[in-house]
């Protein structure tokens, strides 16, 4: 009994390790054998291709032949799904989806994975498996356990099913529109390729199936099996031989190893370690098999791609007595007759072809060039950098063939250097990616223009240095702008920069993608409650009495607060992060679609008529540094922080119309909910009790430009009427307020209260620390009283038992 029990585990564990080889040897399979199979192109029509910048910040975006982005990302990873659909990676989830020329296609939400595209459905992972399309929809909901890739019209999918003897995977088929068109009853199953899939049935038996479920290929108990062309398998015995089948089961070739298929052709070989060039269509070699060099092998890197592969031969060479052996490796370069079309022997390594060129690699001396498919080299036109040019990677796709190398350029030494040129596959550079002396990352043309950063390198220098803990070189200490300082640490927090929709939407309080929130592919800025200017605009505010009426010149757009919170309540986020915050409305530029501008009123209290000495803007920027706890968007924010203040447009009093105005850039660091605050606002107090609050939230803006959208502002401020309102319906009592506190937000009658209960809370924190500084005495009294009572006694006692042991004392 004992030992059939043994017996039973031990077929248990030899069929849970064919299982796990199947697994294993299928994906690889499909690789190695069906990659260059597929009809469709390695890269998009509209080519565009991935780099990542490093200044300071880094930059991953997708970029055109000519050097323009299409699109850019801060902190996240690009990821190319076929089918022209690009993925945009944060830790690894998928966050969003773009097509191929860097448009958005869908924003996804958390925790999602995308897998390739195939027949324009992709895998999803999030909570099961299930298949969405190119706008991110889901269209097969699933949830599946397993679900593979759609390959000619139909996708593996199936369900682990438990069992005495652990369990095992059922699996079938389904096409675009879910309908199981193969059974799950497979134990295992590869995806179809030339009409045929390769399944697994129970007693390790694997055969090929069609689409009508006939078992074209009888089941048999293999290693593997691999369908490699129309009609063609290679199919590996328990004797770890491989043999070429038809589509019926019927052996047409045989060797020790048939591999590296493509095509239409593969590579075999022989015990003797010999190879030869097999004819996948009529089963016939094309080229016997043929000797490596004495005492070495061959090695085919890969199969064939636009009818050429490559051949590595390597022989050990013997060195004198006590040097150790090296290796001598040869490329060879042959066509689809097996003909030697180039050779070297300086040749090391060599990528596949990719439009009609290849790049080998020579050695860390002479590093990388491009050969056509004459073997000839193809010429760099790196210009004066073309002596430098070093090892090429295989590619600037991640993860797949493209028709783009990078090349890291090399130093006067003519060691591999930091700095990198991207070339085409004819030769020609796209771009260079160099490295400045200050230690951030450049991307230029090959004439040597800036594509990224063009502007703010001195500041990016500065913050690269301080982000290493070292000191700024004083050359770009003194060329940096301190309010672009500011202005980039503030990008750096808010974490992404993609473009005029991010502007929108942070203005609007939303999260700062530029991806719509609903699926029907509409952005902010083609949703529905925009006014076009010119218009008239009523404004709205609680209390307000009379009105306030916008006159919106042309050029501009209006969308009221009913609209932005409608859209914040449909993100949850956005809304939790504005709750209790009022509601306003936006003005979007078009001619400068950089910014966008809130637009609110505000219950400020009756504005005292301002004294000359007032105005000045050097002392009302130092109140305001002192008493401001807020933005003019939040006046009841509370907390201690620090404000610097500069002036765009001073604090000017119309004495005909009793109104202020004034604009600034305000820089609040330390608010109540830990975060920053940067801004050009401008302010006009009207009506007494009432302010009108242009403000811009996020200032990405060199000074001059700065300046200019202060302006405009002010002319949009102007344009504001105020009417009086009717008899008897004045607004509630009206609060005095004098010039600075208005300005700054708050008085410093409040900054004292606030002092003032600062100070309670720091009383009432002294009291509760000496109230436990009583109790903790106490209780350690109560702990060494009894303690040193019983070690007197102890003493004592002890003192006695030794009187007793001497016996009474005698008289003397």
């Known amino acids: 009994m004992n030992l059939s029990a043994a017996s039973i585990n031990r077929c248990r564990l030899q069929r849970l390790r064919r299982l ?63 089918e022209g659909v690009w993925a945009v990676l944060h830790n690894g989830w998928t966050e969003q989806l773009l097509d191929a020329r860097g448009q958005p296609l869908a924003r996804l939400r958390a925790n999602s994975r995308v897998e390739l595209f195939s027949g324009g459905l992709a895998v999803l992972e999030r909570s099961g498996r299930s298949y969405l399309n190119r706008r991110g929809e889901p269209v097969l909901a699933g949830p599946y356990e397993v679900a593979g890739d759609f390959h000619e019209g139909l996708a593996m999918v199936g369900k682990f099913v438990r069992g005495q003897d652990g369990g095992h995977y059922s699996l079938g088929f389904i096409d675009a529109q879910g309908r199981e068109v193969v059974a799950q009853r497979y134990r295992g199953a590869s995806a179809f390729r030339h009409g045929l899939a390769v399944v697994e049935l129970d007693g390790e ?72 060039l097999l004819d996948l269509r009529t089963g016939r070699p094309v080229v016997k098999a043929f000797a490596a060099a004495r005492g070495g092998g061959w090695q085919v890197l890969h199969p064939f791609a636009e009818g050429r592969a490559w051949l590595q031969s390597s ?56 050969v056509g498919r004459d073997g000839k080299p193809l010429s760099l036109s790196l210009g004066a950098l073309a002596a430098r040019a070093g090892q090429s990677s295989s590619s600037a796709w991640p993860e797949r063939p493209g028709p783009v190398h990078v090349f890291p350029l090399r130093d006067a030494q003519s060691t591999p250097g930091e700095d990198s040129a991207w070339v085409d596959s004819r030769g020609q550079t796209l771009f260079v990616l160099a ?86 592919g509409a952005y902010l800025s083609d949703r529905p409650g925009w006014v076009d200017g010119p218009a008239a605009i009523e404004l709205h505010a609680p209390g307000l009495a009379g009105s306030a009426t916008l006159q919106l010149p042309a050029g501009y757009r209006y969308l009221p607060p009913a609209a ?20 306003w409305g936006l003005i979007s530029a078009d001619r400068d679609p950089q910014w966008a501008v809130r637009v609110l009123l505000l219950g400020t209290g009756r504005l005292q008529r301002p004294r000359g000495d007032e105005l000045d803007p050097g002392r009302l920027a130092q109140t305001i540094s002192r008493y401001d706890h807020g933005s003019p968007l939040s006046p009841a924010a509370e907390g ?15 004495e005909a119309r009793q109104r202020l105005t004034w604009g600034l850039n305000k820089l609040v660091l330390g608010r109540a909910k830990g975060s920053s605050a940067s801004g050009i606002s401008v302010v006009q107090a ?107 006694a102890g003493i004592s006692r002890q003192r006695w038992r030794r009187r007793e042991a001497r016996g009474p004392r005698r008289p003397t």
């Open 640 to 654: 201690m922080q620090h404000t610097t203040v500069d002036w765009l447009v001073a604090p000017q009093w119309d």
């Open 20 to 82: 796990a080889w199947l697994a294993l040897a299928m994906p690889v399979a499909a690789l190695a054998f069906g990659e260059s199979d597929d009809e469709k192109p390695p890269v998009p029509a509209d080519t565009l291709i991935p780099v990542c910048v490093s200044a300071w910040q880094k930059m991953c975006g997708l970029i055109d032949g000519q050097g323009r982005w299409a699109a850019q990302f801060m902190d996240r990873q690009l990821k190319y799904l076929d």
């Open 435 to 520: 490295r400045l002396d200050c230690g951030i990352e450049q991307l230029r043309s090959p004439q040597g223009r800036p594509l990224w950063p063009v502007q703010d390198v001195a500041e990016r220098c500065v913050l690269e240095a301080e982000s290493r803990g070292q000191e700024p070189e004083a050359k770009y200490r003194a060329a940096a702008s301190a309010e672009r300082l500011r202005q980039l640490r503030a990008e750096n927090e808010r974490g992404l920069d993609l473009g005029p929709e991010a502007v929108l939407r942070q203005a609007a309080g939303l999260p700062p993608s530029f991806f719509p929130l609903r699926r029907d």
């Open 205 to 276: 038996r694997m055969g090929a199936i069609d689409r009508r479920q006939q078992m074209l290929v009888p089941a048999a108990k293999r290693l593997s099996l691999e369908v490699v062309a129309p009609e063609r398998l290679l199919s590996r015995g328990s004797d770890e031989r491989t043999e070429l089948i038809d589509g019926r089961g019927r052996s047409l070739f045989g060797a020790q190893s048939i591999h590296a298929a493509g095509e239409g052709l593969a590579f075999f070989s022989n015990a003797d370690q010999h190879l030869g």
């Open 315 to 370: 022989r050990e060479l013997r060195g004198a007595p006590g040097e150790e052996p090296r290796w001598e490796r040869r490329l060879r370069l042959i066509d689809a007759q097996g003909r030697t079309v180039a050779e070297s022997s300086s040749w090391q390594w060599a990528q596949r072809f990719v439009n009609g060129s290849a790049s080998v690699f020579q050695g860390e001396t002479a590093g990388n060039l491009l």
């Open 686 to 792: 009207v009506q007494g009790n009432f302010s009108l609050v242009l403000n811009v939230p996020a200032n990405r803006m060199q000074a001059a430009q700065g300046m200019e959208v202060a302006q405009r502002l002010q002319a949009l401020a102007d344009a504001v009427v105020f009417a009086p309102a009717a008899a008897g319906k004045e607004s509630e009592a009206e609060v005095p307020r004098d010039l600075a506190s208005l300005i700054a937000g708050h008085k410093p009658a409040e900054v004292a209260e606030f002092e003032a209960r600062v100070g309670e809370v720091l009383e009432r924190d002294w009291q509760q620390r000496a109230e436990r500084l009583r109790h903790l005495l106490w209780r350690a009294a109560a702990t060494l009283v009894p303690l040193l009572l019983l070690l007197s």
């Open 564 to 583: 932005i919170a409608a859209m914040r309540e449909q993100d949850g986020r956005a809304a939790a992060e504005n709750a209790g915050e009022p509601d």
